[in-house]
């Protein structure tokens, strides 16, 4: 296997939007410092000194979004196999000890989100589910004990 984050056409074009605002912000802010500069003066005062330090983050992140970006690989719907086989890029519903259905799409920890159901796969549950299928059941240990999950539907 490849060295590759894989990341689903959705999360690779969420990170692309998310790039492109940090982008906008860091030109945002470069002309900002720029406004607030005196060249005139020998020390900057707290507001440009602020808004270089928030430019250092910004491009912080554009490095590392660019890196993931560029060692990521889209998951095509082949990619997802129609065997039932849990893996990156399925979503799975599963009833949670024998009281409530839910659904979870696993996905690489860059495109996680637990609020959107996003899972990684790299996550306790995102871990316990990959190569399972539907009718498995799985434990999982959380802070409030042992949780049993059991796959109703794979896709």
């Not at 959705?10 to 939007?17: A, F, I």
């Not at 003066?41 to 330090?53: C, F, H, V, W, Y």
């Not at 996905?107 to 990959?130: C, F, H, T, W, Y």
């Amino acid at each position: 296997m490849n060295n590759k984050t894989l990341l689903t056409k959705e999360g690779y074009h969420q990170l692309l939007n998310e790039l492109g605002e940090l982008k906008r912000k860091q030109d945002h802010l470069v002309t900002q410092i720029e406004e607030v500069a005196q060249p005139d003066e020998s020390g900057e005062d707290g507001l440009a000194t602020q808004l270089k330090e928030e430019l250092e983050l910004v491009n912080e992140k554009i490095d590392n979004l660019e890196e993931a970006l560029e060692a990521s690989q889209i998951i095509t719907d082949n990619t997802v196999t129609s065997n039932g086989i849990i893996q990156l890029g399925c979503k799975v519903k599963l009833i949670i000890s024998e009281k409530m259905e839910k659904e979870f799409h696993i996905v690489s920890q860059l495109e996680s989100n637990p609020n959107l159901n996003k899972i990684s796969d790299q996550s306790p549950l995102g871990r316990a589910l990959m190569g399972r299928k539907v009718n498995d059941e799985i434990e999982v240990e959380a802070p409030a004990g042992k949780i049993i999950y059991r796959i109703v539907a794979v896709a």
